[in-house]
């Protein structure tokens, strides 16, 4: 039994509804279901008894809510100790975050980052992913998070987020390519790929390019270096009717009628996000904030 499930038992038995305990943990209330029901298969017993009004433990849920109690005083007991033999990183966490990001992933990681390391302010950079490992190697940033993980062993990596991306289409388009799965890549055949400068990513668009080209499409020319990639022009871009661009399935930015976002059949895509930091690093919130965005993927699982 791993400690996320036993503060997700505990929050859910505290709390008496598995919507509350959600809103308390910072994750969705399917991931949070899960976990519980997950749990409960492992342990080979009913914990919770759900109805209309909310939750109750059972006769083992409740021994099970004392011994886990007792194992997170424990738990916490153990690392308010340890922080005294590391350092917090003098107050501030300078995190460099992409364009595109499920919504929730940072969010709910700050929530857990403030609660474990009150002292900590952090400061965000929208920076790409070549910017964000170079600003890693040479001090400006504490934590990266990127679309592709770098080589060498002065940076350690964590996997944080697995996206199936779709593609966004004007919507008379959508309606013509659309499969009872999705759009096939192969049918974008005709359309020019609204594409990012390969300087800022260079591994994401080559895999990109190649899973394009192994399906018969045309990348296109080379986006100019000094072109940076501004997410809201997606829309005014495929809403013409002559492209498509790639985005995630929650695209956090508002779509209008003109547009639709499809799945790729078959999910040929997948984009995933790396959280990056120094390897010799021993600061305790740098450690609170990544063990929370993995926390994300392992709830989560992919989108």
Wanted: charged letters at 20%.
């Amino acid at each position: 039994m791993e400690l996320r499930e036993m503060r997700a038992f505990v929050a859910v038995a505290e709390a008496g509804a598995l919507s509350k305990a959600a809103r308390q943990l910072h994750v969705s209330q399917p991931a949070l279901s899960q976990t519980i029901t997950a749990l409960e298969r492992r342990l080979g017993v009913r914990l919770l008894v759900r109805a209309s009004t909310g939750v109750q433990a059972t006769e083992a849920g409740m021994t099970l809510l004392t011994e886990a109690r007792a194992v997170l005083a424990r738990h916490d007991q153990a690392m308010a100790a340890m922080a005294r033999h590391t350092t917090t990183g003098g107050g501030v966490l300078r995190v460099g975050v992409p364009l595109e990001l499920p919504p929730e992933l940072v969010p709910a990681a700050l929530a857990r980052l403030a609660e474990a390391c009150p002292d900590t302010r952090v400061q965000a950079r929208h920076l790409s992913s070549v910017a964000q490992v170079a600003g890693l190697r040479t001090g400006e940033l504490d934590v990266g998070l990127v679309g592709e993980r770098p080589a060498g062993p002065d940076l350690d990596a964590a996997l944080v987020v697995e996206e199936n991306v779709g593609v966004l289409l004007a919507t008379d388009v959508a309606e013509k390519l659309a499969g009872p799965d999705g759009v096939r890549l192969e049918n974008l055949a005709g359309l020019e790929w609204f594409a990012f400068a390969r300087a800022g990513s260079p591994a994401w668009y080559d895999e990109l390019a190649a899973i394009l080209r192994s399906h018969g499409l045309d990348v296109g020319p080379d986006v100019p270096e000094e072109q940076r990639l501004i997410v809201e022009l997606k829309i005014p871009a495929v809403s013409a009717g002559g492209a498509y661009a790639f985005a995630p399935p929650a695209w956090p930015y508002p779509m209008p009628d003109t547009v639709r976002w499809l799945p790729l059949a078959g999910n040929p895509i997948v984009r995933r996000t790396w959280a990056v930091w120094p390897a010799a690093s021993h600061r305790r919130d740098i450690a609170e904030f990544v063990a929370a965005l993995e926390g994300h993927q392992r709830d989560g699982s992919r989108v």
